[in-house]
C-alpha cells in the first residue's frame, strides 16, 4: 500500500490552467457520434497527460479524436490523439466540458506541453 496518496486524485500528471482554441476531429467511424468533420472547442486546463475542453458537441466517453490545440504563445500549435474519459454538463446551454486523455502525443507535442508547464521565472 502506497502511504498519503489521495483516493480521489486520480491524475498522473500536474494540470495548469491554459486556454487554446482546439479543433476536435473523431477518428472513429462510429453511429453514436456527432457529425463527423472538424468540431470547435475551448481548452481550458492542460497536462502532459490530458486536456480539458469545453465543446458544444457531446462526444461518447471512449471516443478517439485527434486534437489541434493553438493559442498566442504556441503559433506553431499543438497536435495529439486522446479519448474522451469523462463528460460533464457546464452552466452553458448546450455546452458540454471534456476530459480528454492524451493517448498519442509526439516528441514535438510533449516537448511544446512541458514547456507550458514550466513556471514562469519571477524577477526581483
Given at each position: 500500500m502506497i502511504p498519503n496518496i489521495n483516493e480521489h486524485?486520480?491524475?498522473?500528471?500536474?494540470?495548469?490552467?491554459?486556454?487554446?482554441?482546439?479543433?476536435?476531429?473523431?477518428?472513429?467511424?462510429?453511429?453514436?457520434?456527432?457529425?463527423?468533420?472538424?468540431?470547435?472547442?475551448l481548452g481550458r486546463d492542460i497536462s502532459e497527460g490530458g486536456l480539458q475542453v469545453w465543446s458544444n458537441r457531446l462526444f461518447p466517453v471512449k471516443s478517439r479524436?485527434?486534437?489541434?490545440?493553438?493559442?498566442?504563445e504556441i503559433p506553431e500549435g499543438i497536435q495529439a490523439v486522446g479519448s474522451v474519459v469523462?463528460?460533464?454538463?457546464?452552466?452553458?446551454?448546450?455546452?458540454?466540458?471534456?476530459?480528454?486523455e492524451f493517448s498519442d502525443v509526439g516528441e514535438s507535442a510533449r516537448a511544446r506541453i512541458r514547456d507550458l508547464l514550466q513556471p514562469e521565472p519571477t524577477y526581483n
Open positions: 486524485e486520480r491524475r498522473g500528471f500536474e494540470r495548469i490552467p491554459w486556454e487554446c482554441h482546439a479543433r476536435l476531429l473523431p477518428l472513429s467511424l462510429e453511429p453514436t457520434l456527432p457529425t463527423l468533420g472538424l468540431h470547435h472547442g479524436l485527434l486534437l489541434e490545440m493553438e493559442a498566442p469523462w463528460i460533464s454538463p457546464t452552466t452553458s446551454q448546450d455546452q458540454w466540458c471534456l476530459g480528454i
